[in-house]
């Protein structure tokens, strides 16, 4: 399994930003998506998630209400839209796939077992 993350970038404290994760995957549907980010010095946190099955969908509850994640199954693509940003969001975000996992254990990193390389984010204050 291979993931291409993209769309990050520098932007000014208040814009918005789209990443998309492209999986190489047979079947799309049955894993669950997530993405994940980490800033200089912290470890790596929960950003929000998709479940496989039906779809539930989680944040991180510093995220809720600005970022939105989505899925396309034809495309095999997870996106985040990350509106209103704030400094704080600075971070490399990774997209992670699960193939078993249960829902209790959607923030948890460890859980995933394949990870893109990250795209950069940058918000200047």
């Known amino acids: 399994v291979q993931l291409q993350a993209s769309g990050g970038g520098l932007v000014q404290a208040g814009e918005s930003l789209r990443l998309s994760c492209v999986a190489s995957?047979?079947?799309?549907?049955?894993?669950?998506m997530s993405w994940f980010r980490q800033a200089p010095g912290k470890e790596r946190e929960f950003v929000a998630g998709?479940?496989?099955?039906?779809?539930?969908?989680s944040y991180a509850d510093s995220v809720k209400g600005r970022f939105t994640i989505s899925k396309d199954n034809a495309k095999k693509t997870v996106y985040l839209q990350m509106n209103s940003l704030y400094s704080e969001d600075t971070a490399v975000y990774y997209c992670?796939?699960?193939?078993?996992?249960?829902?209790?254990?959607?923030?948890?990193?460890?859980?995933?077992?394949?990870w893109g390389r990250g795209t950069q984010v940058t918000v200047s204050s």
């Open positions: 995957v047979r079947t799309f549907s049955g894993y669950t």
């Open positions: 998709i479940f496989r099955s039906g779809g539930s969908i």
């Open positions: 992670a796939v699960a193939s078993r996992i249960i829902l209790s254990s959607i923030r948890v990193p460890s859980s995933y077992e394949y």
